[in-house]
């Protein structure tokens, strides 16, 4: 049992340049979401999604697109990257959007550390 | 604008003492609080949750307390371990809401 993948582990950009993190998860959850970890802000919701075709904007969307074709993936993409874009990225999936239902709260990948150069 | 204040932002505890991290609220709108614990390389996990309907709930070495007048709920974690040493967030949630908000962590060392 995998849980959370997300792939690559370390990535270096070049301001401008575009990229996808790659996130799947093999739990069947319905909730899966975004989030960026910088020190001093605690983790904050890029974007989020319910089930397979919907999406909405979390708490700092900005410069980042999503989809969800399937259940498992939920790739994020950095459209045009920035330093401002350097951080920690976690995707996380659970039985339900609502954090306090199920019994494991979030389950959380080993996220991705990207610098922005 | 930070929806929960957690403090300190560092702690260095003896093996065997009580390590203690304050979080602070505002949205009387909350009403699921947890802790996610977070080893260094991975992603946080949840440790341990609390809804406003109980002052305390303890798990094992693990308790949170918490106290709806004052916005305030904390985590002590009693006797502890050298492997207990990780960064420790708490949160909160709005029952039905797609989103936790995180506090900033603390980062907690166990000195044998």
């Known amino acids: 049992n995998a849980g959370v993948t997300q792939t690559p582990k370390f990535q270096v950009l070049k301001t401008g340049q575009s990229m996808t993190l790659q996130c799947a998860q093999d739990?069947?959850?319905?909730?899966m979401s975004w989030y960026r970890q910088d020190p001093g802000m605690g983790l904050r919701l890029i974007h989020y999604s319910v089930g397979a075709g919907i999406t909405d904007q979390g708490e700092v969307p900005n410069g980042y697109n999503v989809s969800r074709s399937t259940t498992e993936d939920f790739p994020l993409r950095l459209l045009s990257a920035a330093p401002s874009q350097t951080s920690v990225y976690f995707c996380?999936?659970?039985?339900?959007?609502?954090?306090?239902?199920?019994?494991?709260?979030?389950?959380f990948g080993s996220g991705t550390r990207l610098t922005v150069v | 604008q930070q929806q929960v204040k957690q403090s300190p932002q560092s702690l260095i505890v003896q093996k065997g003492g009580i390590s203690i991290i304050n979080c602070a609220y505002e949205n009387t709108a909350f009403d699921y609080f947890p802790w996610y614990q977070q080893f260094p390389g991975k992603g946080p996990a949840l440790l341990i949750a609390i809804r406003p309907d109980v002052s305390e709930k303890k798990e094992g070495r693990f308790t949170i307390s918490f106290n709806k007048s004052a916005k305030q709920f904390s985590l002590h974690i009693m006797d502890s371990q050298p492997g207990d040493s990780a960064t420790y967030f708490c949160a909160a949630s709005v029952t039905g809401a797609n989103n936790l908000f995180f506090g900033t962590g603390t980062r907690l060392t166990v000195i044998p």
């Open positions: 739990m069947n959850h319905e909730y």
């Open positions: 996380a999936s659970s039985y339900s959007s609502d954090p306090g239902q199920g019994i494991g709260g979030y389950t």
